[in-house]
């Protein structure tokens, strides 16, 4: 059974810029959510996808976006970036919606100068 | 409207001592709850949930928490602490009607030898 695995790992980009981060949901996961977590703060809900539809968002601007794909793997993709985001952006898949547990990836560590 | 606090940043204990770690919430409804820990530099890993049923939930690496419905609380405790055991712990709760979880702003547990 494959876990979480997102990418990339780390990057660097500058204010303006747009990046686009990948998340592949564990085996039989239909549910993907993303999450913000800056520095010395708790997970911050982005949004979350189930059978690739949209299926809650948190308070993010409209430069947040996502995708879900027929494999359920996911995408984020962040447009003008701004320096306060420079976080730590935590994929999570759950075998369906009404599931409890939530499994991680690594996360993907953007900083943005 | 759900959220939780945590309300101690971080929490120090010698090795074979007690711990815990406390988390309050608040929801309209009824609650799920649910702990996670996270090692530096790794995303969340899932220790244990309530749903329902027995208020002492057992979960992985020998902890336990306490569902405690009059105080809202549901508290993660160990009986006896591992230095292996330091890491940060997030405390999440989930309004029954809701499939988004709302993480606190976790605690620092520090093991000392």
């Known amino acids: 059974e494959t876990g979480v695995t997102q990418s990339p790992t780390h990057l660097i980009k500058t204010r303006g810029q747009q990046v686009t981060l990948r998340c592949s949901s564990q085996s039989g996961h239909n549910t993907v959510s993303w999450y913000q977590q800056a520095l010395g703060q708790g997970p911050q809900f982005i949004f979350q996808?189930?059978?690739?539809?949209?299926?809650g968002r948190g308070n993010f601007p409209p430069r947040f976006s996502g995708l879900q794909f027929p494999n359920y793997s996911s995408e984020l993709n962040v447009n003008a970036l701004e320096l306060d985001d420079s976080a730590l952006y935590l994929c999570a898949s759950s075998l369906d919606v009404t599931s409890g547990e939530l499994f991680f990836g690594e996360g993907s560590r953007l900083t943005v100068l | 409207a759900q959220s939780v606090a945590q309300p101690e940043d971080q929490v120090n204990v010698a090795e074979g001592n007690p711990l815990t770690v406390k988390c309050t919430y608040s929801?309209?409804?009824?609650?799920?709850l649910f702990w996670y820990v996270q090692y530096p530099n790794r995303g969340l890993q899932f220790l244990l949930k309530?749903?329902?049923?027995?208020?002492l939930v057992k979960g992985s690496y020998g902890f336990e928490a306490e569902f405690n419905k009059s105080q809202t609380s549901f508290h993660l405790k160990k009986p006896s602490a591992l230095v292996s055991d330091s890491a940060l712990y997030f405390c999440?709760?989930?309004?029954?009607?809701?499939?988004?979880?709302?993480f606190g702003r976790g605690t620092s547990l520090i093991v000392h030898p």
């Open positions: 999440a709760v989930r309004d029954i009607g809701s499939y988004i979880p709302t």
């Open positions: 996808y189930y059978r690739e539809e949209e299926n």
């Open positions: 309530y749903i329902t049923g027995d208020n």
């Open positions: 929801v309209s409804g009824n609650p799920y």
